[in-house]
Nanobody, 125 residues
Framework: QVQLVESGGGSVQAGGSLRLSCAASGYRSVCMGWFRQAPGKEREGVAVISTGGGPTKYTDSVKGRFTISQDNVKNTVYLQMNSLKPEDTGMYYC????????????????????WGQGTQVLVPS
């Protein structure tokens, strides 16, 4: 059984930092990512990482502020978020691509089959 468990969300002032963690069990995916969904908006890709050592990818609005990383021993993916802005507010989800996926790792929600329950990030304006 595949499980993805996120942690690390919370409320932080604008300009602050948070570090999200996603502990995976039951499956080791070649591509994992972080997504977010703000109230009334569609879920969007934030960052993805190829766990075999390929490139990371970020949505434009977080480039230079967020960093996705992994610990393959712990089967855990992290999202370091710096210089947080009110528009970063939302529910953040960890996700993994399923086995047999076509090559490539892109922040497209439709490509991912396994999802965590989410962790809330709030950056008050």
């Amino acid at each position: 059984q595949v499980q993805l468990v996120e942690s690390g969300g919370g409320s932080v002032q604008a300009g602050g930092s948070l570090r999200l963690s996603c502990a995976a069990s039951g499956y080791r995916s070649v591509c994992m990512g972080w997504f977010r969904q703000a109230p009334g908006k569609e879920r969007e890709g934030v960052a993805v990482i190829s766990t075999g050592g390929g490139p990371t990818k970020y949505t434009d609005s977080v480039k230079g502020r967020f960093t996705i990383s992994q610990d393959n021993v712990k089967n855990t993916v992290y999202l370091q978020m710096n210089s947080l802005k009110p528009e970063d507010t939302g529910m953040y989800y960890c996700a993994a691509r399923p086995p047999g996926s076509v090559p490539g790792c892109y922040p497209r929600p439709a490509d991912f089959s396994y999802w965590g329950q989410g962790t809330q990030v709030l950056v008050p304006s």
